[in-house]
């Protein structure tokens, strides 16, 4: 697909794919755009990007998103690494809406002179209060509906911001987005994480991420109950976290089988974490 953009403009170009089947769920997507200028362009680091999607069986369209995701439940990153946020909205009421306001709270750890809106569906205008709320104003918007004009009722701001310098190992970064429509109650999307570390630390998770291949769930995806063979019989301890890092449950296992039951879970990705000795290893689990 190509499209001709001229100096200072910018378009949007709206790209329908079929998604994979739940057999692919957990897996990534990736996604990669590029421009081809007609004339000599001094700036060719911005003539392109790339976003890693994770297939899911079903999803709130009002919805926050943090590139690079980072690695494992934490969302590790090296010190000093850009992030880029992108605010999903789409109008799932009954009628148009004429004004849309998305309100960002900017994590203290962030340098906000760094601060750089890349993109927009829309027409908008944003304001940073002095509590560090970024707010993005879509006046006039008239966004349909989704069962009038499914296509039409998307909208999405995106962002890029740098952290501050000089921030400890493990420093968090958490970023949650509300969303109104007219006068309506927010919606609030769910918190994106980041956690900087340094290098070795980062080696350090890679590692861990590579022994998801040791651990068994079956079945998985799983409307309930799972067992794990976590492959020895070793006094281990057993997490499940949310994607935001959070822990819902925690056991002690001495065995290799494990029955997990998350019968009471909301439909979404989770993570099994098991600890053993110094080892951490993840799996992700899909409940239906």
Known sequence: MTETVGATNQVSIRCDLAVPGVEYIGTILESNAYIQPDVED????????????????????????????????????????????????????NDTASLVVLKDTIDTNLNLETFEVLAYSHEMNWELSDNSIMTFIFPDINLPDSTTDEANSHGFVKYSISPKEGLPDYTSVRNTAHIYFDLNPPITTETVLTTYVSEGILTQSQTWVNRLSELELFPNPTFGKTTLNTGSYSEKEISICNLNGEIIDKFNCNSQYFLIDISNYSQGIYLVCVKEQDEVSFIKLVKY
Do not use: C
């Open 42 to 93: 001094i700036l060719i680091g911005n003539n392109y990007d790339t976003i890693n999607q994770v297939v899911t069986a079903a999803y709130d369209p009002n919805m926050k998103l943090v590139e690079p995701a980072g690695r494992g439940s934490e969302g590790y990153l090296q010190h000093g690494e850009r992030l880029t946020y992108t605010i999903h909205f789409q109008n799932t009421g």
